[in-house]
Nanobody, 126 residues
Framework: QVQLVESGGGLVQAGGSLRLSCAAS????????IGWFRQAPGKEREGVSC????????NYADSVKGRFTISRDNAKNTVYLQMNSLKPEDTAVYYC???????????????????WGQGTQVTVSS
């Protein structure tokens, strides 16, 4: 069974850090670009960051550039999102997703993603 499981969310004060993990089971992440998305209450889902199959290319939303870092460990079948200098506006449910057919060794937050995790809540208090 193909599954993505996020973990690492929680409650943190503004300025703090969290590291989210996205672990895959039932398939090998090596062949997939992976994206992180988030959805806050009453807002549309937005792309946060993505990483190419090799890990050599990454993209970030302007709102998180310089604060978030995406990485992957294909040996562990896991992708990470290190979130530093968190702000209250980062509060949302964070989802990871897998793109089965990325264009070359690239990733894009605007593409359709094929597999999605169940999400993990991140709450940043002011």
């Amino acid at each position: 069974q193909v599954q993505l499981v996020e973990s690492g969310g929680g409650l943190v004060q503004a300025g703090g850090s969290l590291r989210l993990s996205c672990a895959a089971s039932g398939f090998t992440l090596d062949y997939y670009a992976i994206g992180w998305f988030r959805q806050a209450p009453g807002k549309e889902r937005e792309g946060v960051s993505c990483i190419s199959r090799s890990g050599g290319r990454t993209n970030y939303a302007d709102s998180v550039k310089g604060r978030f870092t995406i990485s992957r460990d294909n040996a562990k079948n896991t992708v990470y999102l290190q979130m530093n200098s968190l702000k209250p506006e980062d509060t949302a449910v964070y989802y990871c997703a897998a793109d089965r057919f990325p264009v070359g060794d690239m990733c894009a937050l605007t593409r359709g993603y094929d597999y999605w995790g169940q999400g993990t809540q991140v709450t940043v208090s002011s």
